[in-house]
């Protein structure tokens, strides 16, 4: 089942402005994921964020995460026409045998005009 | 670009046929999934293989079945499947099968179109 709800559904911004999605959860995690799909290709990953962290920095990505709301949040600084995809959050349920097992969230299809 | 290789990239059966995805990876990962994406929705989790070995099975119908022959492998065969299992497959890995705080690498998927 999917736990993750993120908003918005839909984001256009112009190039160089900043997008922010967020992610919320209902079960407790091992860690929150960010990953990035390209129409009809295979996912990447973004950036991981530990339960025991807040914050999280990597390029022009920052990630936060509130374990006490369940929420999470992407911001993505001086956007650029190839940032346009749809992005991902995922959180981790797995245990010590089975490893990662990640549930997916609904997912903000992101639009960046030139 | 991925070191996870999906075959093939497109696929069209008729429900009484039988077919096999198969996934491939040389990264030396010992856990392997399948999931399924439907088109404008997020990927779900079908199955999760540890070590070779079945560890996850997201109460997936028998007409799906995964076999992972060595851990370089891992295949999703299929037979009888409906129209409603037209979707996005896709494979991932994850480099240690028994810990979490894994990131998963990522095909690029076989795109299946059942008629």
């Known amino acids: 089942s999917q736990q993750g709800e993120e908003d918005p559904q839909a984001l256009s911004i112009q190039e160089g402005e900043n997008a922010t999605m967020n992610c919320s959860y209902k079960?407790?995690?091992?860690?929150l994921q960010w990953y990035r799909q390209n129409s009809g290709r295979g996912l990447v990953h973004l950036i991981l964020?530990?339960?025991?962290?807040r914050e999280k920095h990597s390029g022009r990505l920052r990630v936060t995460l509130d374990t006490s709301k369940k929420s999470s949040s992407l911001l993505i600084t001086a956007s650029r026409a190839a940032d346009t995809a749809s992005y991902f959050c995922?959180?981790?349920?797995?245990?010590?045998?089975?490893?990662?097992?990640?549930?997916f969230g609904e997912g903000t299809q992101l639009t960046v005009n030139p | 670009d991925t070191e996870v290789t999906q075959t093939p990239k497109h696929l069209v059966m008729g429900m009484t046929n039988k077919k096999s995805l198969k996934c491939e990876q040389h990264?030396?990962?010992?856990?392997m999934y399948w999931y399924k994406q439907k088109a404008k929705k997020p990927p779900e989790l079908m199955f999760v293989?540890?070590?070779?070995?079945?560890?996850i099975n997201e109460s997936v119908p028998s007409r799906f079945s995964p076999e992972c022959p060595n851990s370089s492998l891992l295949n999703l065969h299929l037979h009888a499947l409906q129209p409603e299992d037209s979707a996005l497959y896709l494979c991932?890995?994850?480099?240690?099968?028994?810990?979490?705080?894994?990131?998963?690498?990522f095909g690029s998927g076989t795109q299946l179109s059942v008629l």
């Open positions: 995922a959180t981790d349920e797995g245990s010590e045998t089975s490893g990662s097992r990640l549930t």
């Open positions: 079960t407790s995690i091992n860690n």
């Open positions: 964020i530990r339960s025991n962290e």
């Open positions: 990264m030396g990962h010992r856990a």
């Open positions: 293989y540890s070590y070779e070995k079945l560890s």
């Open positions: 991932a890995t994850g480099r240690q099968g028994s810990r979490t705080n894994e990131k998963l690498f």
